[in-house]
């Protein structure tokens, strides 16, 4: 059974910084794209950044500049580096692994680690 499990969240105050780490296990984690989501409450989740496994990015237009997401898939853990934190920054967030396999999406999802941003 596939599991990904996020650490790194918690509280931080307005301008500072997190790290959070997703470790994948029993998945052959370099063919899959991976990503971070992230849902606030009363809001829809929402893609934060992906990183493709030939290592191209994609960022949420409201975290450009400020995270940076990253893999390493000899450890099979995908990063986000949060930076300038800010308060609408508050939310559960939700690794995730993706690939297509013919017709079909086959999608894992980790528990989620929440990440509050307040003074």
């Not at 931080?12 to 409450?41: E, H, K, M, N, T």
């Not at 994609?58 to 853990?77: E, Q």
């Amino acid at each position: 059974q596939v599991q990904l499990v996020e650490s790194g969240g918690g509280l931080v105050q307005p301008g500072g910084s997190l790290r959070l780490s997703c470790a994948a296990s029993r998945i052959i984690f370099s063919i899959y794209d991976v990503g971070w989501y992230r849902q606030a409450p009363g809001k829809q989740r929402e893609l934060v950044a992906d990183i493709t496994s030939d290592l191209r990015t994609n960022y949420a237009d409201s975290v450009k500049g400020r995270f940076t997401i990253s893999r390493d898939n000899a450890k099979s853990t995908m990063y986000l580096q949060m930076n300038s934190l800010k308060p609408e920054d508050t939310a559960v967030y939700y690794c995730n692994t993706h690939r297509i396999v013919g017709l079909k999406d086959i999608d894992y999802w980790g528990q989620g680690t929440q990440v509050t941003v307040s003074s």
